[in-house]
C-alpha cells in the first residue's frame, strides 16, 4: 500500500534562519507532488507541484523553493525564513487517479 | 478566477443530531469535485470524490451531492458522532494536467454530548 511520510512533525526556527521539510512516499512510482500550506483558520494554498524528477511548478511567488532530486522525494527550502512562512505544510500525491492523498504535515512557527 | 465558498464557516451541533455543509464552486473546466475531512493537526483524508456525472455519494454517515447545473454541492452528516468535529473541506479539480485542486476554506464543526 501506499505510504506518505512528512519531517519534521512540528519545527520552530527563528526569523532569518533556513528552511528544509522532506516529504517521502512509498508503494508508488512516478507520483504528481504537491507542498500546500495553510495558515491557521484557512484553507489549504498550493505551493508547488511536480510532474516528474527535476520539474518544478511554482504556483506563488515568494520566499520558498521547492526540488525533486529523486522520484519519491520532495524537499521544499527556504534561504531565509520570514514571519509569514509560519503554518501547516502539507505534501501531497496523486498518481493518474482522481484521488489526492496528504501527509501528516508539518507545523512550522517561525520566531 | 476559480473559487469555492464554503458555507457556514463554523456549525456547532449536538451529538446524534444530522447537519448539511455547503459547497459553492466556479472552477472550469471541472473535473471532480471532493470532500476531505480534516481533524486539527492532521492532513486531510478524502471522504467523497464525485464527477460531472455522479450526483450523489455516500460513505458511511457522509452523503455528497453535486448539482452541476448550479454548481452547488452539499454534505450531509447523519446520526453525527463526536469524532466528525474536524473541518471539513470542499475542493474541486480542474481538467487540466497535474491534478490541479482549489480548496475552499472549509466548515469547521464541532459535535457536543
Known amino acids: 500500500s501506499q505510504t506518505i511520510h512528512q519531517w519534521p512533525a512540528t519545527l520552530v526556527q527563528p526569523v532569518g534562519s533556513p528552511l528544509s521539510l522532506e516529504c517521502t512516499v512509498e508503494?508508488?512510482?512516478?507520483?504528481?507532488l504537491y507542498w500546500y500550506r495553510q495558515a491557521a483558520g484557512r484553507g489549504l494554498q498550493l505551493l508547488f507541484y511536480s510532474v516528474g524528477i527535476g520539474q518544478i511548478s511554482s504556483e506563488v511567488p515568494q520566499n520558498l523553493s521547492a526540488s525533486r532530486p529523486q522520484d519519491r522525494q520532495f524537499i521544499l527550502s527556504s534561504k531565509k525564513l520570514l514571519l509569514s512562512d509560519s503554518g501547516f505544510y502539507l505534501c501531497?500525491?496523486?498518481?493518474?487517479?482522481?484521488?489526492?492523498?496528504f501527509g501528516p504535515g508539518t507545523r512550522l512557527t517561525v520566531t | 478566477k476559480n473559487q469555492v465558498e464554503q458555507s457556514p464557516q463554523s456549525l456547532i451541533i449536538l451529538e446524534g443530531k444530522n447537519c448539511t455543509l455547503q459547497c459553492n464552486y466556479t472552477v472550469s473546466p471541472f473535473s471532480n469535485l471532493r470532500w476531505y475531512k480534516q481533524d486539527t493537526g492532521r492532513g486531510p483524508v478524502s471522504l467523497t470524490i464525485m464527477t460531472f456525472s455522479e450526483n450523489t455519494k455516500s460513505n458511511g454517515r457522509y452523503t455528497a451531492t453535486l448539482d452541476a447545473d448550479t454548481k452547488q454541492s452539499s454534505l450531509h452528516i447523519t446520526a453525527s458522532q463526536l469524532s466528525d468535529s474536524a473541518s471539513y473541506i470542499c475542493?474541486?479539480?480542474?481538467?487540466?494536467?497535474?491534478?490541479?485542486?482549489?480548496f475552499g476554506g472549509g466548515t469547521r464543526l464541532m459535535v457536543k454530548p
Open positions: 501531497a500525491w496523486t498518481s493518474g487517479g482522481y484521488e489526492q492523498y
Open positions: 475542493v474541486v479539480s480542474v481538467f487540466v494536467a497535474g491534478n490541479m485542486l482549489t
Open positions: 508503494g508508488t512510482s512516478n507520483p504528481n
